[in-house]
């Protein structure tokens, strides 16, 4: 099942080599079932608003919108954290250091689960000021809040589920996670109809069914592993915490971490700013981006798939083919953001109109979205780049051109266009693609530094 292994005194087995074959091969083989993970995460993130919006009213369904926005956020900045696993782990296995290997597996247990105990107790301590900062409405305040206690209950599963994937993705196999998620996906949907429509719990109910889906997902994986159906065996002293180790996972993973948060952030600060011009704008905006969400997964997958290719190429001292990796996935990432963006010139309207039957909302979501949707071409560009990066151990580039753009680019550009053009979105859609457009010129001049700077040495 898995395509890392680890048996006996710590050989390890790869059933799927990344560092030999075709390249192109390799980035399909294994971005096709990241990509679908992504979509099934989008599914069971769906899942909640729908069936809460079946059985209760607008002030549950604003909780779960509220709550689900933090948990989001959050949950990205795990991921983003886990990425330095993955890269350490990738590194390790490319270069066929056993021993490296299992410590880095071991030491990522070992440190986020200190992670994941320290920020759910400083969670619960924060949940009124967290709902209180988001300007929840107070017939949700109550809701809100027992939906996001619930779900920072459960930050230890999230956080289990996340490094599970990120060490399965590190030892090449990025197959396994997406049965995790597909699990989780199935579990969450019967949970809420149970939780929500059953107990009439109302967004507690969404929150216990999702914390609870996570849980069966972590088991999930614990029982693969027990049963060493991919061969993963390691020692108790391979957990003890090495400085050195975790001081590398943190020096990839922290710089990914912080540029997902801002990202988010930068999300939020344009949706404020849709929100100050009236109401059929912020909801062409919030439409916008939900399927802006959707597209994007492939970037996304780039991203993650580049690193953990790159990095065991890297690992293997294949240098020229973690190269290939990123020229293969930019055309690749870049080809589908530019057809999906001429496709979306000629069909915004009805792509808005699947959400809403507004006029006026379709109107200006269709201009958002015309202008909006290059970023997907572009952003698939430099996700490809941050992805090179940060199997370089250079994730502090990808920090550093995310956030030039949102604070040079995205949050002025999207002020500026509202304040000049108040009767059209479309100048405010701009903001993204010119933002990614800076970050793609940054990622090109780092990257020849970079290149210019491995000749010398």
Known sequence: MGSGSFRGKGRIHMEKNLTSGSVFKNIIYFSLPYLLSYFLQTLYGMADLFIIGQFNGVESI???????????????????????????????????????????????????????????????????????????????????????????????????????????????DSKSPMYFVAVACGANIVLDVLFIGGCHLGAAGAALGTTLAQTVSVLLAFLVIRRQKTGLALKKEYFRPRPGVMGQILHIGVPVALQDGFIQISFIVITVIANRRG???????????????????????????????????????????????????????????????????????????????DGEVIVLGSQYLRSYIWDCMLAGMHFCFSGYFCACGRSGISFLHNFLSIVCVRIPGAYLASKFFPDTLFPMGWAAPGGSLLSVAVCVIALVLLRKKQNRT
């Open 279 to 357: 109401l059929s704008d912020a909801a062409a905006v919030g439409i916008v981006e939900k399927f802006i969400g959707l597209v994007f997964l492939v970037p996304s997958t780039m991203l993650s798939t580049v690193s953990a290719l790159s990095a065991q190429n890297i690992g293997a001292g294949e240098e020229g083919r973690a190269r290939l990796t990123l020229r293969y996935a930019i055309f690749l990432a870049a080809g589908f953001g530019l057809v999906v963006s001429v496709i979306i010139q000629f069909v915004s309207g009805p792509v808005v109109g699947l959400f809403t039957g």
């Open 62 to 172: 604003t909780a779960v919108s509220i709550g689900s926005q933090v948990m989001h956020m959050l949950t990205v900045m795990i991921v983003g954290l886990a990425m330095g696993s993955t890269v350490t782990i990738a590194k390790a296995v490319g270069a066929r250091q056993s021993r490296e290997a299992s410590t880095a597996v071991g030491n990522t247990v070992t440190l986020f689960m200190g992670v994941s105990i320290v920020l759910t107790a400083a969670l619960l301590l924060l949940v009124k000021p967290i709902t209180a900062v988001m300007s929840t409405p107070p017939e949700a305040v109550s809701g809100t809040i027992a939906y996001l206690t619930i779900c920072f209950m459960g930050i230890p599963f999230i956080t289990a589920y996340n490094i599970i994937s990120s060490i399965f993705r590190g030892l090449g």
